[in-house]
């Protein structure tokens, strides 16, 4: 008897009476055994999500499991994803100069904390290399000009490459360019990034800096989805340490840096796990 | 038209296939509607838990809904309950001199962030019962002797009060007694204790005093139900918080005064809101 | 042989070499112990602060050691402050209709977790009159119009109340109105507010429901000085808390509260104990 | 005008009058200048407790300070250190079979977050050479028998080369051996251990296990000096995470990872920076 195959389906829908009994029961006809279901009905969008982590029998005919799927999408009005937890997400990495996110992945990744395979790793410099190769992932250095029209050429030629290399994620690991809207549109709540303050203070550059000249009690990070509008994405999590006084803005960054690895890690986990719906600007997080 | 009436339904059962497409089908059948539903699936234990909260027209026959219940739970083995979410749980507080946590329950209850009605407090000392009186809720003292059998006696004196009032949950707000185990088994899941350490860390007497002299850098609280074993039963909440080499043992006692309103608070909103089922000795907590 | 006295001083000074040392040589030579001392000495602006906590024997002549401890600020270009640690701070709340923070304080009052005195309570509506004077404090009706000329006339009467009552301390216990320019900066440092979001992130109006709409994953409260800038005054303490997608924006208040009460009571205490300094919009904080 | 030196001193003292007076005024005398000072009395036991970072002229002449601190310390019976900042701790590492505390101390000292040198690493397991060689650190394998007189001699034979090589600070990243008593008392509050659970809880094996039959809601880890005693050591810094009913033992273990990383680095770097002392079993902290 072989090991039967575990799936993640995630669905949107429109609330009506009987969605999730209709969902429930169409996947236990098919002899699906539910691990997990997590379901959040948003009273004032009068919006249903569901994630259901399920196994089949390893002999399950996975099209007919989507036609049937498919059919019951379209009646509720519903978008949906199905996927197998066994494999992993192709993820392209993003980096400039600072290493802290990228150790912290490539950790992650190594001890398989996180369900992604990288294909690659790109980057606006070339310090980190080194750093990436000997891990035998593919480094590609795309320098990116201040210069409007030849940064718009350079950002052309990497999604050129990405498109070549077709990522079902990209992780921005400290990437200290601002990506363009069309790149942020073609990759829809596919883009992860890491900004070092509890968005929505202080937006924009050097935050660190700001939070000291205001004299905050409480430094973060915040993870969220690239959007064509800078750290305005949703938010998938955000992490929080206490400061004092005495600690200087080298301090806070220092801290700060923390807060970005562990949110930025549980923020690539709970994508990588299928966990993240968004709606109407907010994301639905059923977390682990 | 009149407003929908609201239920709670929660259930244990040993996992099969189609448990939860079985209960939201009948449900749904019955014109309810989910608002929030939560799952889980033990998997070591092979024990399916839900709660499900919904609304029925308020034409419902709810007699009949209870029946379709119990016969669907007959047939899967489940235990569970039905509640009307508009009733508050009749609940008696058990206190003894120190007013912290029992002025957190009053607030919250005045300011219904706790779905209770206290039907009365208890105490083996006089001291608070002006903090009680002035709220209009009966204040009852049962002193309790230090010898065996008065002590026994004095328990038995309170139990028959405590029949004649029938309360669904008692609340220890820092009674300092134990209770003997008749009461406990008795009043099995539905007696909640505060204990001011970090369970397991520190049982029995004097737990801040304990911390201090072990040096600890966390200190906390945990909200659990009271057992026959003394400190054992399900942690229902914990909550926790940072101290230094400076604070004394008066210190930790005021820090850990925080804790203990926190994690009290939450525990009888959880447990009022029907988001707790025991198994096994661990709680599966529904949060919210 | 009589209790020694124990008091308080904070100092500030432009940096130079031998502060530390001249200011405990001149404490000790009068028979000072010191129990508690701390000191900061900001890189930027070469700013010396310091606060030391000690006793004197009963007998000390307090008029001859404040003196000596001015002939020294002279010197060094000063500003401190010397206060006996047995004396209440003088305090008047102010109210509006809300009462979490309120019976906070009170409750954090009459336990003697902040060494303060609460002279009389100010509210712009009657609402917590009975709360109040069941605890035997005088309480202050001003209502204040919204019409720009009757609502600077109410505040007049008020601060001429004030000016009559003398008050070392006031607290805003989510008193809804903003204080006039005038007034904040005659209590400057000496009026506590707190803000129900984690500043400076939504400043201004209902920021639990900012904070819902933007899908923050943390939410807080901030407790600073009240100036003349709304929401922008040096920064005491601030606590915050995890929240999810499910959570509405009236959770968001329910949960904030907690936020609200505890970083409003620790701003209290950390204020009564003398242990906050301000310098250049940034408030030092000598931590217990 | 060349650089100034920065010098950290650490002092215990049994408590009387006039202490920080004396210190205070002594390095004053000779030029320096206080970056930071920490002091704590403790009160139950009258010792004094203090740590002192300053700058002196590049000029300064080390040994002669050193002597009058020593004359100062040999008449109020002081144990004292006096170490330059620039100057890293000369450590060495001891690791078994899992990476993520030593990725974790890798990074932190190759981004200078830590103010060590890593002279060696020492292993019972070959599994982790790779990972520490391309570091280009040494590694020293040493496997330890289950036999006893055979495991005491392994133990004798890494001693030797721990006597060789000096180092001022170990640090146990998950080595699963319990170190010889004559061991731990010969490197005395140099050895830093981390724990997988908050002690006092869940001494002893698999901790996460325990904790996942207890059905605690909180998990953490300890960073302590390892002593004698198992897990009784004097506890430096320690960390804490939320979890809940659905997480499998595996889970407990995966973030109890992330709290073990963070306190560990944490105690390297108080340690490092020269921020602790040791009494009465009872860690002094001046936190950072």
């Not at 190594?110 to 410099?125: P, T």
């Not at 310090?127 to 190769?133: C, H, N, Q, T």
């Not at 960054?253 to 807060?259: I, K, T, V």
């Given at each position: 008897?072989?090991?039967?195959?575990?799936?993640l389906?995630k669905?949107?829908?429109?609330?009506?009476?009987g969605?999730?009994?209709?969902?429930?029961?169409?996947?236990?006809?098919?002899?699906?055994?539910f691990?997990d279901?997590?379901?959040?009905?948003?009273?004032?969008?009068?919006?249903?999500?569901?994630r259901?982590?399920f196994?089949?029998?390893?002999?399950l005919?996975?099209?007919?499991?989507k036609k049937?799927?498919?059919l019951?999408?379209?009646?509720?009005?519903?978008?949906?994803?199905?996927?197998?937890?066994?494999?992993?997400?192709?993820?392209?990495?993003?980096?400039s100069?600072?290493?802290?996110?990228?150790?912290?992945?490539?950790?992650?990744w190594?001890?398989?904390?996180?369900?992604?395979?990288?294909?690659?790793?790109?980057?606006?410099?070339e310090?980190?290399?080194?750093?990436?190769?000997r891990?035998?992932?593919?480094?590609?250095f795309?320098?990116?000009?201040?210069?409007?029209?030849?940064?718009?050429k350079?950002?052309?030629?990497?999604?050129?490459?990405?498109?070549?290399?077709?990522?079902?994620?990209?992780v921005?690991?400290?990437?200290?360019?601002v990506?363009?809207a069309?790149?942020?549109?073609?990759?829809?709540?596919?883009?992860?990034?890491i900004?070092?303050?509890?968005?929505?203070?202080?937006?924009?550059a050097?935050?660190?800096?700001?939070?000291?000249?205001?004299?905050?009690?409480l430094?973060?990070?915040?993870?969220?989805?690239?959007?064509?509008?800078?750290?305005?994405?949703?938010?998938?999590?955000?992490?929080?340490?206490?400061?004092?006084?005495?600690?200087?803005?080298?301090?806070l960054?220092?801290?700060?840096?923390?807060?970005e690895?562990?949110?930025l890690a549980?923020g690539?986990?709970?994508?990588?796990?299928?966990?993240i719906?968004?709606h109407?600007?907010r994301?639905?997080v059923?977390?682990?």
């Open positions: 008897m072989s090991t039967p195959r575990r799936f389906l669905l949107y829908a429109p609330d009506r009476l969605l999730l009994a209709a969902i429930t029961t169409l996947l236990a006809q098919q002899q699906g055994n691990l279901v997590q379901q959040y009905t948003d009273p004032l969008n009068k919006a249903f999500f569901t259901l982590a196994e089949f029998p390893a002999s005919e996975i099209e007919k499991l049937s799927i498919a019951l999408a379209r009646k509720i009005g519903a978008r949906w994803t199905l996927r197998e937890q066994s494999v992993p997400l192709k993820t392209v990495l993003l980096v100069k600072t290493n802290h996110c990228l150790a912290e992945v490539l950790w992650r190594r001890s398989k904390e996180i369900n992604i395979e990288i294909a690659a790793v790109i980057s606006n410099h310090v980190l290399r080194a750093e990436v190769e891990e035998r992932i593919p480094f590609h795309f320098p990116i000009s201040k210069e409007a029209p030849r940064k718009e350079a950002f052309q030629k990497m999604a050129a490459l990405l498109r070549a290399i077709h990522p079902e994620l990209m921005m690991c400290r990437y200290m360019q990506l363009p069309w790149l942020c549109n073609e990759y829809e709540c596919r883009i992860i990034n900004h070092h303050s509890l968005l929505p203070a202080f937006i924009g050097d935050p660190y800096r700001q939070a000291y000249n205001r004299g905050v009690k430094i973060g990070a915040t993870c969220h989805y690239a959007t064509e509008e800078l750290d305005q994405g949703p938010i998938i999590d955000q992490e929080v340490m206490r400061v004092q006084h005495f600690h200087s803005p080298e301090d960054q220092r801290l700060g840096r923390d807060c690895k562990l949110a549980r690539i986990r709970l994508h990588a796990d299928d966990r719906l968004v109407n600007g994301s639905i059923f977390g682990d």
